[in-house]
Every structure is written in C-alpha cells, then in structure tokens.
C-alpha cells in the first residue's frame, strides 16, 4: 500500500516538475522570437536587408540560355511571366571615364552568369529631358533579369556632369560605383580621334589635336578643351566625393583591360561581391582585331565594334610632354585619394 502511494506521488512529481520545465522552455523561447520580431534597437530596423553575399549561379547557368534569348530581344511576354524575369534599377553603374574603356567593360562584365547589362547608354541622369521622365522611365530602359542577378548600365557622361552624383545619390546612396582610366593623355588623344571621325564622316574639316590642346596665345595647355578637361580624373572624383565614400568607388586600370583584362575583371567580381566566374576561356585574343574579344559558351564569341580600338592620329612629342607634365599633379592626388597607383608619366 505504501509503496503505491509513493509511486503515485513520483508520478504525480514527475508530471508537475514536467510542466514546470516545458515553460519555462516556452517561455525562453518566446522572448528570443520576441527579440526577433521587435528589435530593441530602432536603427537595425532601419537598416536595407543585407545584399546576397552568394548568387545561385546554378540555376543561373541553367536558365543563361533563355537569357540569351532576352538579350536578343526574343523572349516572349509568357517566358518573362513564366520566369518571375523583372526589370530592376542598377546595383552599379560604370560612370565613366569617356574613352576608358566603359564599352569593353560593361561586356566583358555581362560574361558572368549574375551580371545583366543595360545595352545602351541611357544617359538618365545627365539629360535634363530624362531625368524628368522619373525612375519608371529609367526602370523601363532596363533589361529582363532573374531577381538574383545584378543590371549593370554605363554612361560615360555621368562622370563629367555637375548634377549627376547627387541625383545617383538619390536613387541609391549605396550603389556601387565603377571607374574606368587610361592614361591621361592617350585618353584625351583617343576621344579628339572619336571626335574627329564624326566630322570626317559629315565631310567636316577639324583642327589638328596640337592646336586644340595648346593654347597657342599662351603656349601652355588648353584647359578649355573638352578632351584635356575630362582627363583631369581628380577634378571630376573630388565632386563625387561630396556624396558618396571613396569605398563605394572602384577603379579599372583601362590600360590593363586592353592587354591582359582577367586581373582588372577579378578585382570587380570581388568589389561587386560576385564569386569568380570569368575565365580565361571567355576571353581570347583577336590578333585581327589587336584587342580581346569574349567567348560566352562554344558556339557563341564576339568582338567589339571596329568604332572600338581606332588608330590615333600622330601628335607632336612635345605636346605629349607638355600635356604629361600638365595631367601630373592630378594624377598623383587621384592615386592619393584612390588607393590606386598607375606608371603613368
Ligand atoms: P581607342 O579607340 O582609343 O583604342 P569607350 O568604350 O569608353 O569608348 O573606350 C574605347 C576604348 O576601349 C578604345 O579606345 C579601346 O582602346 C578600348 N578597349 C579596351 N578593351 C577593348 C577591347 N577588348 N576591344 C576593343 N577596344 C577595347
């Protein structure tokens, strides 16, 4: 009898001692779900969700083909719906430099499975008359991507535009921002030949690159001309740096991107946050051509356009040497407040 009693009484401890430990348990659990739900700190609420540090390249790959397809603009409206594609504003922009390389760049880019370029240059936030269409008409320019992926534009004018930091600004303060030089110099006389072959085209003449980058009244360098002007890369930077932080741009070494452009295309797979997909394999060298042109699968490789990579006209050594002189001082401060160092004279 009494040993009944004392199981009974266990029983009825265990069952008690049970209850009390599943909740507390509960109770645990609750504050934690709590804290999850309703942060104490009222700025991590604030904060944008954290970008996707992983893309899922696999599904990615498997879908490139239908890609392709957008690209071409042959995608019908079914497969968009179908595919959950969408429209979505840029997480970076190449913003210049004009006659950088922006072109080369933005395809070469566009090699990687995560990556979906604007096609044209949109020139959204330097054209007054688009600007003033709204961000609608901007997303509308975009192209069709997974959600996973990033759109990436380039507009070379958006570097040299007085408004055009703060109205990026506006859209996306953390937008990444990409930059790509050429030696000063070589940069100026490739842009007056870009010039100089519209008006050969129109059976226009034009003065010799000498005489629009020496001031010949004073004979020191024309800082009036366009083309001397874009060069002065700091210039330019040191108004973007009113709104954005030095870390939120990368630079490309134009220069290198012509001759050996996996290392450059590396170094902004890292800076994008993209794991490393560009290979050698999708870039080979054109002797034709003199340039790199990309392979994207077996089948499918392309060069840029022949408006891409002219022959610059013979300027007078010293002119070269005087502009050198001249660009020398920016450059040492651009690699000053870049972090980037170049051989430029
Ligand atoms: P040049 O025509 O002076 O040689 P952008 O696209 O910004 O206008 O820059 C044009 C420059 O891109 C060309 O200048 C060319 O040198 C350079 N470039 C870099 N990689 C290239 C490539 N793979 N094919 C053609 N041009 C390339």
Not at 136 to 161: C, L, N, V
Not at 178 to 190: D, F, G, Q
Request: net charge positive; hydrophobic share 35%; with cysteine.
């Amino acid at each position: 009898m009494l040993f009944k009693q004392q199981a009974l009484l266990r029983q009825k401890l265990f069952v008690l001692g049970s209850l009390a430990i599943g909740s507390v348990l509960y109770l645990v659990a609750r504050v934690g779900t709590l804290d999850r739900l309703q942060p104490i700190c009222p700025i991590e609420s604030r904060l944008p969700p954290p970008e996707p540090e992983q893309i899922p390249l696999r599904t990615l790959q498997f879908k490139r083909g239908l890609l392709h397809e957008l690209r071409k603009g042959n995608a019908t409206k079914e497969q968009i719906r179908l595919h959950n594609l969408v429209q979505q504003l840029p997480r970076a922009i190449i913003i210049g430099v004009r006659k950088g390389g922006t072109r080369a760049l933005l395809e070469m880019l566009n090699l990687h499975p995560a990556v979906v370029k604007a096609s044209q240059e949109i020139h959204f936030f330097d054209n007054d008359q688009n600007y003033a269409r709204g961000i609608d008409w901007y997303r509308g320019k975009m192209p069709f991507s997974f959600p996973h992926q990033i759109t990436i534009e380039k507009s070379p004018a958006y570097f040299i535009t007085e408004e055009v930091p703060e109205r990026i600004f506006k859209m996306n303060s953390s937008i990444k921002l990409l930059i790509i030089v050429r030696e000063p110099t070589t940069r100026a006389v490739s842009d007056y030949t870009q010039v100089l072959e519209g008006k050969e085209r129109k059976n226009k003449t034009y003065h010799k690159f000498e005489k629009l980058a020496i001031d010949t009244s004073t004979c020191e360098v024309n800082t009036k001309y366009k083309a001397v002007r874009t060069s002065i890369y700091t210039k330019h930077l040191e108004r973007w740096l009113k709104y954005f932080p030095v870390e939120q741009f990368h630079i490309v070494d134009g220069d290198r991107l012509i001759t050996d452009p996996l290392p450059e295309l590396q170094l902004v797979e890292r800076f994008l946050n993209l794991p490393s997909r560009i290979s050698q394999y999708n870039l080979y060298f054109n002797a034709t051509r003199g340039f790199y042109c990309l392979r994207f699968n077996i089948v499918f490789n392309k060069c840029l356009a022949g408006s891409k990579g002219r022959i610059h006209p013979e300027v007078d050594p010293s002119v070269v040497t005087k502009l050198q002189k001249f660009f020398h001082p920016f450059n040492q401060k651009f690699y000053q407040i870049t972090g980037r160092t170049f051989n430029w004279p």
